[in-house]
């Protein structure tokens, strides 16, 4: 505990860790086994993503335990559970619906902490009461109503940037996905990297080009995404969220324009960036949860026709209203243009935004 405490206190945020801590030592076993997070924040008037990031740090501590619940899509009811996405399948079956369906991180994954065993030890009967709840739900209701404002979701999890940067080695297994139904993604590209190797050499050179890495990938993170990777000079990055994606975005390219607005010409890195939205597949990939699938394919594409310090967003973003309000605030201009994109069907919209 106290070496949780103190880095909590190194971040800033002891007197939410001080009321947390009197939490786990007052608390009866009964709020200590699938504790509301949520409600908990309220009570302690802290911020709800503040309080989830304790919860995850205490996780990587060994003070909570952490399980997760995959959820008929049908019933509502509790087809698996799991402690670590380790164990987790793409696709489950649900005996009482007598269907399979298949994993999706944004619409049937649930994810409860409970009080590590070795710190106090939680009676079985709170987990068998709540199995029998929730099979009595089903039975007389027809429904187990799990997604509440208090439910934290798988995608909640994955995509918090603190969760991989602590459990990084919670991957999924070699042969097994779990879908997003709404991710979007973004890519970013530097201008001319070849010739900046050349001119400057490898090792200035990769001196920017990690000091332009640090400027995005705060930015990513600081917009809830997550930095899955980079691809040689290029930054991936993914959001649950459009509109803090967009947000991102654009915040990035400002900041990345004006960091660099005084530096000499061989010195200077012009970034493109593009966007685009919809379903994504999270796989491990050398290691480490991953992204794939059609967007992921788009999103790059959509980079790829990006000017230097533009930022590239496909007809779906543009066209959600929140995105425009952003956009409007940003945007020194805005072009309209249509493409053909490689390996893709059809022509395709996009907008260029110059910041």
Not at 2 to 24: M, N, P, R
Request: hydrophobic share 40%; net charge negative.
């Amino acid at each position: 505990m106290e070496s949780l405490l103190q880095k909590l206190k190194d971040k800033g945020v002891l007197t939410v860790a001080d009321k947390l801590v009197h939490f786990i030592e007052e608390s009866q076993d009964a709020e200590l086994f699938h504790i509301d997070i949520y409600s908990l924040a309220a009570k302690f008037g802290a911020d709800k993503k503040v309080l989830l990031e304790l919860f995850i740090r205490g996780l990587h501590e060994g003070i909570f335990r952490m399980e997760w619940e995959y959820h008929c899509p049908f019933c509502g009811g509790i087809a698996e559970e799991s402690l670590s996405i380790h164990e987790a399948s793409g696709s489950n079956f649900c005996e009482l619906c007598n269907v399979n369906f298949v994993n999706k991180l944004d619409d049937n994954i649930e994810v409860f902490f409970s009080i590590h065993p070795e710190v106090r030890a939680i009676p079985a009967s709170f987990k068998d009461e709540y199995s029998k709840t929730v099979a009595k739900r089903v039975m007389n209701d027809k429904l187990f109503a799990w997604q509440t404002p208090a439910a934290i979701r798988g995608v909640d999890i994955v995509q918090n940037p603190l969760y991989r940067e602590l459990m990084g080695n919670e991957v999924l297994l070699p042969d097994q996905s779990l879908e997003l139904m709404k991710s979007t993604v973004l890519f970013t590209d530097i201008k001319g990297s070849t010739r900046m190797y050349t001119e400057l050499g490898d090792s200035a050179a990769f001196h920017l080009v990690r000091e332009h890495f640090k400027i995005l990938f705060d930015v990513i993170k600081s917009f809830n995404g997550i930095p899955v990777k980079t691809i040689g000079d290029a930054v991936m990055g993914v959001f649950a969220n459009q509109t803090e994606a967009v947000r991102a975005s654009l915040e990035a390219q400002l900041q990345l324009t004006n960091f660099y607005k005084d530096k000499s010409g061989n010195e200077k890195i012009e970034v493109k960036i593009g966007l685009h939205t919809g379903p994504t597949i999270v796989v491990t990939l050398n290691g480490r949860l991953d992204y794939f699938g059609s967007t992921v394919n788009m999103a790059s594409r959509i980079q790829s026709v990006a000017a230097p310090n533009e930022v590239v967003l496909s007809e779906i973003l543009f066209e959600n209203s929140e995105n425009e309000r952003i956009i409007s605030a940003y945007a020194k201009a805005v072009k309209r243009e249509k493409y053909n994109f490689k390996g893709m069907d059809g022509e395709y919209v996009v907008y260029h935004i110059d910041i």
